[in-house]
């Protein structure tokens, strides 16, 4: 997929608010919608490069992975270097904290705290400000995904035309269900797991292919599509 300087820009203003809510700055108190729009964007970009690489018989699993390992985990690994020396000599932690500190380290090296942070503590938890990896939990959420939706898509994509909006149509209403309906039973589970989050990296998965199938929305093509 060539470069699109849109999405970027778009990247940069969901950032704003997450840092600002971060921040402690008040109006900005639901700024962590801006993840929800990096979900949406990141499952429009994964799913067009799938797509696209499927129509020209180029598309691997494993190259896939690769990609996203090489794009992903160096700075990743960076981040985590630097806020760790940073966190140690200027927080100076207790023993408790450390043990804490290790823990979800560990977790966000092999993208599972969003599992941890679920089980130890809330995102919006004054003890959550003692832990500078808690934002990872989004990118756990990611990379769970890229695990299972590429060899999902591709089976539905050999299927024929219409199986690959059926399969993200029915995801993307059953994950959204779970979301609403998980509100009230599984607490804050339900800000961190994929099931609960898949249907917004689905959105993305649908404008993606709505855009490879039909070109990039125009109102005179919208109307003749569900009109003809």
């Known amino acids: 997929m060539h470069y699109?300087?849109?999405?970027?820009?778009?990247?940069?203003?969901a950032i704003i608010p997450v840092v600002l809510f971060h921040a402690g700055v008040e109006f900005c108190s639901?700024?962590?919608?801006?993840?929800?729009?990096?979900?949406?964007?990141?499952?429009?970009?994964?799913?067009?490069?799938?797509?696209?690489?499927?129509?020209?018989?180029?598309?691997?699993?494993?190259?896939?992975?690769?990609?996203?390992?090489?794009?992903?985990?160096?700075?990743?690994?960076?981040?985590?270097f630097f806020v760790s020396i940073f966190y140690l000599l200027i927080a100076r932690p207790s023993v408790e904290e450390c043990t804490l500190f290790r823990e979800s380290l560990l977790s966000s090296a092999s993208f599972l705290?969003?599992?941890?942070?679920?089980?130890?503590?809330?995102?919006?938890?004054?003890?959550?400000?003692l832990l500078p990896f808690l934002h990872t939990?989004?990118?756990?959420?990611?990379?769970?995904?890229?695990?299972?939706?590429p060899p999902l898509l591709i089976i539905f994509l050999r299927l024929g035309?219409?199986?690959?909006?059926?399969?993200?149509?029915?995801?993307?209403?059953?994950?959204?269900?779970?979301?609403?309906?998980?509100?009230?039973i599984l607490g804050k589970w339900n800000f961190y797991i994929l099931p609960t989050r898949a249907w917004e990296l689905l959105a993305g998965a649908l404008l993606a292919k709505f855009e490879i199938d039909f070109g990039r929305f125009k109102k005179k093509t919208f109307y003749s599509i569900y009109t003809s």
């Open 113 to 129: 705290s969003n599992f941890y942070f679920a089980l130890n503590t809330g995102y919006f938890a004054a003890s959550s400000e």
């Open 30 to 80: 639901g700024g962590f919608l801006g993840v929800d729009i990096f979900f949406v964007i990141s499952g429009y970009l994964i799913t067009g490069i799938i797509v696209k690489e499927t129509q020209e018989n180029k598309f691997s699993v494993i190259n896939f992975l690769t990609r996203r390992a090489r794009r992903i985990l160096p700075p990743l690994y960076f981040m985590m």
């Open 137 to 149: 939990w989004s990118l756990s959420v990611e990379e769970q995904f890229y695990l299972i939706y």
């Open 161 to 184: 035309k219409k199986f690959p909006i059926i399969f993200l149509l029915l995801i993307f209403f059953l994950s959204l269900a779970l979301a609403q309906l998980g509100s009230g």
């Open 4 to 13: 699109r300087s849109e999405i970027d820009g778009l990247r940069a203003l």
